[in-house]
């Protein structure tokens, strides 16, 4: 959980951000569509505060974060961190290219392929003083001992910096990556998948350690993963995302005790039981998956719904406060009453 008690003022907020990736087909490769893989989200995450984007694969999460980083273009809406915007794309407003080179020094990111992340022809000593040297945080001598530090803060030995990231295996490369994205001392870090390459035996060690960062460098942070069993103990709060949109948000608690969105109840009772007292009915989704370039009408898992009506194939439902900090978009959902929900 968070290090502290959590500011009001958010330090990153994310409002109807969407990213279109175009489809081009034929001799002429004229534009047909576009696959919609991120479709007008928003959230906010507090100083301090753990805040976990889950979902199935494909549902766009990793897409989410790397287009909150500025890393892919975005096609709509606004992101700012600490106040200040770095787009809105409904005013044509983008932070300065320089002005974003230094603020990646405060929004990190460790990715989640640990074989991919960092370069083969680098020794890892150049791969962590990289960002440091470019940002002149410190002369070389003083940015290899600080590598040195961050090697062994995260379970390596300090030799490593002499060796190539070919001689780690996967768990030992994540905490190089775990490493580098601490070396410029950032504020804000987005853990994307960062166990999900992994051998199960390594998983519950590298997600020790970066629990153990994040408290240490009293880092905001937006945890991807698609394990609601990991995510449920490690973030304070939780978005729920299928096809593209945040289907359903509230505290780790409200979403495991009560959770309102069909889809959300459908994740939650694929998580393996270890007592037996806690075995439930399995839900099984059927009916047609829907693809990111043709969403369906109205509400985008009606297709699988088994509680679907003819209103949720034809309108899409707005989001709706169940409780204090609880958002749900179903209409099965909504206040009746002033009191009771229909799921």
Same mark, same amino acid.
């Given at each position: 959980?968070?290090?502290?008690? /959590?500011? +009001?003022?958010?330090? #990153?907020?994310?409002?109807?951000?969407? *990213? %279109?990736?175009?489809?081009?087909? @034929?001799?002429?490769?004229?534009?047909?569509?576009?696959?919609?893989?991120?479709?007008?989200?928003?959230?906010?995450?507090?100083?301090?505060?753990?805040?976990?984007?889950?979902?199935?694969?494909?549902?766009?999460?990793?897409?989410?974060?790397?287009?909150?980083?500025?890393?892919?273009?975005?096609?709509?809406?606004?992101?700012?961190?600490?106040?200040?915007?770095?787009?809105?794309?409904?005013k044509k407003e983008k932070i300065a290219e320089n002005r974003m080179r230094q603020?990646?020094?405060?929004?990190?990111?460790?990715?989640?392929?640990?074989?991919?992340?960092?370069?083969?022809?680098?020794?890892?000593?150049?791969?962590?003083?990289?960002?440091?040297?470019?940002?002149?945080?410190?002369?070389?001598?003083?940015?290899?001992?600080?590598?040195?530090? /961050?090697? +062994?803060?995260?379970? #390596?030995?300090?030799?490593?910096?002499? *060796? %190539?990231?070919?001689?780690?295996? @996967?768990?030992?490369?994540?905490?190089?990556?775990?490493?580098?994205?601490?070396?410029?001392?950032?504020?804000?870090?987005?853990?994307?998948?960062?166990?999900?390459?992994?051998?199960?035996?390594?998983?519950?060690?590298?997600?020790?350690?970066?629990?153990?960062?994040?408290?240490?460098?009293?880092?905001?942070?937006?945890?991807?993963?698609?394990?609601?069993?990991?995510?449920?103990?490690?973030?304070?709060?939780?978005?729920?995302?299928?096809?593209?949109?945040?289907?359903?948000?509230?505290?780790?608690?409200?979403?495991?005790?009560?959770?309102?969105?069909?889809?959300?109840?459908?994740?939650?009772?694929?998580?393996?039981?270890?007592?037996?007292?806690?075995?439930?009915?399995?839900?099984?989704?059927?009916?047609?998956?829907?693809?990111?370039?043709?969403?369906?009408?109205?509400?985008?898992?009606?297709?699988?719904?088994?509680?679907?009506?003819?209103?949720?194939?034809?309108?899409?439902?707005?989001?709706?406060?169940?409780?204090?900090?609880?958002?749900?978009?179903?209409?099965?959902?909504?206040?009746?009453?002033?009191?009771?929900?229909?799921?």
């Amino acid at each position: 959980m968070g290090y502290s008690l /959590l500011d +009001e003022k958010p330090v #990153l907020e994310v409002a109807g951000l969407k *990213k %279109y990736f175009p489809i081009y087909k @034929g001799v002429f490769s004229r534009k047909t569509g576009d696959i919609k893989a991120v479709d007008d989200i928003s959230f906010y995450i507090r100083k301090g505060e753990i805040l976990g984007l889950v979902g199935e694969s494909g549902c766009g999460k990793s897409t989410a974060g790397r287009t909150i980083l500025n890393l892919l273009e975005p096609t709509g809406g606004r992101v700012a961190f600490e106040g200040e915007v770095i787009y809105d794309v409904g005013k044509k407003e983008k932070i300065a290219e320089n002005r974003m080179r230094q603020l990646r020094r405060d929004m990190q990111i460790v990715f989640q392929d640990p074989y991919a992340s960092l370069d083969p022809r680098m020794n890892i000593g150049t791969i962590l003083t990289e960002g440091m040297l470019k940002h002149k945080l410190y002369n070389r001598k003083d940015a290899l001992e600080k590598a040195k530090e /961050l090697l +062994e803060l995260c379970g #390596l030995s300090a030799s490593a910096v002499h *060796k %190539y990231p070919h001689e780690f295996s @996967g768990g030992q490369r994540q905490r190089i990556g775990i490493a580098r994205a601490l070396s410029l001392n950032p504020k804000f870090i987005l853990g994307d998948e960062l166990i999900a390459a992994l051998d199960v035996s390594i998983q519950s060690q590298i997600l020790t350690l970066f629990q153990d960062m994040i408290e240490k460098f009293r880092l905001t942070t937006l945890f991807i993963s698609h394990d609601l069993s990991v995510v449920r103990y490690f973030c304070d709060r939780i978005c729920v995302m299928y096809l593209g949109s945040i289907v359903e948000s509230g505290s780790s608690e409200q979403l495991f005790l009560q959770p309102l969105h069909p889809y959300t109840q459908a994740l939650l009772s694929a998580i393996p039981k270890t007592t037996p007292k806690d075995i439930k009915k399995r839900i099984i989704l059927t009916g047609e998956v829907p693809t990111a370039d043709n969403p369906p009408s109205g509400c985008k898992f009606h297709t699988r719904c088994s509680y679907a009506t003819e209103r949720c194939r034809q309108e899409k439902p707005a989001e709706v406060e169940a409780e204090p900090g609880h958002l749900v978009s179903c209409h099965l959902a909504e206040k009746r009453d002033g009191r009771d929900y229909a799921i």
